[in-house]
């Protein structure tokens, strides 16, 4: 009976070294992605950084699929469009936020709000042209939470 329990604790030890070996492969894949200079892109990996009234981004994206990892480094919630624009965004009758009616047609992918300390994931697909990321929370838009970059 012992040497049963020495063969399954030595097949329990196996497939637990296999799982942290797998966890540390798929960290390790990742940091390569969130630990990468905000100014820098490639054609697939895009790191954005959102902090009260900034966003930090590259001012050059290679076009077609591209994916954003936004990271919020708050105090607040902050959500991220993404719109291709040539020139300043128009506003709503508030005169606070962007008029997302009016930029759909241009519109190229959005997050909603995520919390301080959180970092979310997304894709879209950009064609050459202007863009601009933004945050459309009450005031953040007007306050610097906008920044423009070029898709080549």
């Not at 697939?44 to 919020?72: M, Q, Y």
């Not at 879209?124 to 080549?152: A, I, K």
């Amino acid at each position: 009976m012992g040497s049963d329990l020495g063969v399954m604790g030595s097949a329990a030890r196996r497939s637990c070294c296999l799982a942290i070996g797998l966890v540390v492969a798929i960290a390790a894949s990742g940091c390569a992605l969130h630990g990468s200079d905000p100014g820098a892109s490639d054609s697939s990996a895009v790191r954005v950084v959102e902090s009260d009234f900034r966003i930090t981004a590259p001012t050059h994206v290679k076009s077609g699929e591209v994916l954003l990892s936004v990271h919020n480094k708050g105090p607040d919630a902050h959500e991220l469009l993404v719109v291709r624009t040539d020139g300043p965004l128009p506003l709503r009758a508030d005169g606070t936020t962007v008029d997302e009616d009016l930029i759909d047609p241009e519109l190229a992918g959005v997050l909603e709000p995520g919390e301080p300390d959180s970092t979310r994931v997304l894709r879209v697909h950009l064609e050459p042209g202007h863009y601009r990321f933004f945050c459309n929370m009450s005031g953040h838009y007007l306050g610097g939470m906008n920044t423009g970059f070029v898709v080549e």
